[in-house]
């Protein structure tokens, strides 16, 4: 059964905190993504990977980071630098660069 | 559940009309576009793409359609049902520019008994 999964559904973070968001692929997609998701407005660019070992900056990198060891994985740590990091979280991920996107059920991160 | 989006357009169908979902992009350049359906605290599903050199293309129950000289892309679900309430956003890419899609808001279709 192929497909993107997202670990966990709901994550909380206590001020100060970093936390690691999990997104996993069976798809053999080169490329992967993270999405921030808020109430109105339209998916926002965090950072993306179009290969392994390899990921670039998106539109609101700023308190995040990435990581692309293994082709099937890109976790995105949220960090204490991220002053407003309540949102939705969806990773997807694409054959190639450019391609469509494909997404996994999203994480919803919560601050305490 | 939660919401996808607060403040987004609303389109209310009763269950069997079709519904039309409008989207206006905005790079002329833009060559190739993807319709998605979001229900409430899931991901986005693939429904339908389209590329610049044509003007319509149909699925199961939807019909894109493409309008380039005024830049306006619409997503048609035909006899719609209560499982279709959801949000339905468009997604704009250009190849040329080497660059990430651009995603719209979205809509909220809610489809009443």
């Known amino acids: 059964d192929g497909g993107i999964t997202q670990s966990p559904k709901y994550l909380f973070r206590k001020e100060g905190q970093n936390v690691t968001l999990s997104c996993e692929q069976n798809l053999n997609h080169d490329a992967m993504y993270w999405y921030r998701q808020d109430p109105g407005q339209g998916l926002r660019l965090i950072y993306y990977s179009q290969i392994v070992n390899d990921f670039q900056k998106g539109d609101i990198a700023e308190g995040y980071s990435v990581s692309r060891e293994k082709k099937e994985s890109f976790p995105l740590t949220v960090t204490s630098a991220q002053k407003n990091p309540t949102a939705f979280y969806l990773c997807a991920s694409s054959r190639l660069f450019q391609e469509t996107q494909y997404f996994g059920p999203g994480t919803r991160l919560l601050v305490l | 559940g939660e919401s996808v989006g607060l403040h987004l357009p609303t389109l209310s169908v009763q269950e069997g009309d079709n519904s039309i979902i409008n989207c206006a992009y905005s790079n002329s350049a833009s060559d190739y576009f993807i319709w998605y359906k979001q229900e409430s605290g899931k991901g986005p599903q693939f429904i339908i793409d389209?590329?610049?050199?044509?003007d319509k293309r149909q699925g199961q129950r939807v019909t894109v359609l493409l309008n380039k000289t005024v830049k306006h892309l619409s997503l048609q679900i035909a006899a719609t049902q209560p499982g279709d309430s959801a949000v339905y956003f468009c997604a704009e890419n250009s190849f040329n520019y080497g660059q990430n899609f651009v995603f719209g808001p979205g809509t909220r279709l809610s489809v009443l008994p």
């Open positions: 389209i590329r610049s050199n044509m």
